[in-house]
């Protein structure tokens, strides 16, 4: 009898202690810690919390445009949460507040490069051109790109190599043709949305339709650097 009564303690044992154990190693996701590392700018006035949620207390209010070091984030039920270090203190700031330093610089680069290559129709084409007296297609792209802060290659084929193609055009990516005047990649513009480019090419720099039948037969690919 006390063998059998012990076997049954031992089975409960087991039975009941480990189901806790396990209930905690499987807490609900919204829950769940992760690392997110990054630097992000405030969009708007936010209020960092002590705790991830809008029921903690607030430890400061980052007015719009502070800069912030995001070092980890928890899902809350829907929302998302980042951890974040402002002001030599930590806390908690709603994801959607905020917004990823980098990404805000690129889309803000494109912007310069779209406006910036507008600016320049009219100006002659010049076969190895590289200024404002005069531009060939590689060169007005270099050009633009350099005025926007970023460095590109001289030629066509180099500023083909460095980039990496998109199915979906952005303004400010790099459009490339070929077989125009030679085999192969032969020429480049810049996108600038609505199915238009500009670039360097016949008499001038210009803005022209994708949907213009010669640039359409010999359309190769969008790039983007």
């Excluded at 700018?41 to 007015?63: D, P, Q």
């Excluded at 001289?154 to 303004?171: C, H, I, N, W, Y």
């Amino acid at each position: 009898m006390k063998k059998v009564a012990l076997s049954l303690i031992v089975a409960g044992s087991l039975a009941f202690g480990f189901t806790t154990g396990d209930a905690e190693a499987s807490s609900p996701a919204s829950q769940s810690v992760s690392v997110n590392n990054g630097t992000y700018t405030t969009a708007h006035n936010v209020n960092i919390r002590s705790g991830a949620g809008t029921g903690n207390k607030i430890v400061l209010l980052a007015k719009k445009g502070t800069e912030v070091s995001v070092v980890g984030q928890k899902n809350v039920g829907k929302e998302v949460w980042y951890n974040v270090k402002v002001n030599g203190k930590t806390g908690w700031a709603l994801s959607t507040l905020l917004t990823k330093n980098g990404a805000a610089t690129k889309t803000a680069n494109n912007a310069s490069v779209v406006q910036k290559a507008k600016s320049l129709t009219g100006i002659p084409y010049r076969f190895g051109g590289t200024s404002t007296k005069g531009f060939d297609c590689s060169g007005f792209v270099q050009y633009v790109y350099k005025q926007s802060g970023k460095s590109v290659s001289r030629d066509t084929l180099g500023q083909f190599a460095q980039s990496k193609k998109v199915s979906e055009p952005k303004p400010g990516d790099l459009v490339f043709f070929q077989n125009t005047y030679r085999k192969g990649i032969s020429h480049v513009g810049i996108y600038i949305g609505n199915n238009k480019f500009v670039h360097a090419g016949g008499k001038q720099s210009q803005i022209v339709s994708l949907s213009n039948s010669y640039w359409k037969s010999k359309f190769h690919s969008f790039k983007r650097l």
